[in-house]
T-cell receptor, first 114, second 110 residues
């Protein structure tokens, strides 16, 4: 079955460390997105990529970095510059013909700073 | 920035009743989408309504869109305990970005 796989499901980070969250899709979707969700709140856009080797900052990109070397993969690095990284991170994708489809989401990674 | 705002923030109903939640947004959109999120899980797409559409149905779901008022509503008819979840509206405008509201938490009591 096609879908989006996010790993790990839970991640613990010490202060000052960089950590990388994985997002892989086998849907042949062109665009991929990273969102952050804080408890009881909606999703905020971190970064997105419409095609391979290209990506744009979202509303809260500071302290995060991404790469898009392959169509299937869009990893997110949470750097030590992100002052409050504890949150639920969601990856999503959508095909080129986006006007008839909603976004497909992964099951998320819960990041906790210890 | 939050484009959409849902109302109410929380809703508690009995099984079999209808649940209605509203979404308001600020700028012109290409489409508006509704998603469901069970606790601690990813989001599931429910329905998409384009800016030139006024109403759409999918099973027990009915969505309306009023672009003059920049608002949408989601109606879940004959609710079930399995409908307990958070529901989010999201708008897609130029730039191909989806912007979410804060969500409505729905509790369906058996």
């Amino acid at each position: 079955d096609g879908g989006i796989t996010q790993s790990p499901k839970y991640l613990f980070r010490k202060e000052g460390q960089n950590v990388t969250l994985s997002c892989e899709q086998n849907l042949n979707h062109d665009a991929m997105y990273w969102y952050r969700q804080d408890p009881g709140q909606g999703l905020r856009l971190i970064y997105y990529s419409q095609i391979v080797n290209d990506f744009q900052k979202g509303d809260i990109a500071e302290g995060y970095s991404v790469s898009r070397e392959k169509k299937e993969s869009f990893p997110l690095t949470v750097t030590s510059a992100q002052k409050n990284p504890t949150a639920f991170y969601l990856c999503a994708s959508i095909p080129r013909d986006r006007y008839n489809y909603g976004y497909t989401f992964g099951s998320g990674t819960r990041l906790t700073v210890v | 920035s939050q484009q959409g705002e849902e109302d109410p923030q929380a809703l508690s109903i009995q099984e079999g009743e209808n649940a209605t939640m509203n979404c308001s947004y600020k700028t012109s959109i290409n489409n508006l989408q509704w998603y469901r999120q069970n606790s601690g899980r990813g989001l599931v797409h429910l329905i998409l309504i384009r800016s030139n559409e006024r109403e759409k149905h999918s099973g027990r779901l009915r969505v309306t869109l009023d672009t003059s008022k920049k608002s949408s509503s989601l109606l879940i008819t004959a609710s079930r305990a399995a409908d307990t979840a958070s529901y989010f509206c999201a708008t897609e405008a130029a730039g191909n970005k989806l912007t979410f509201g804060g969500g409505t938490r729905v509790l369906v009591k058996p």
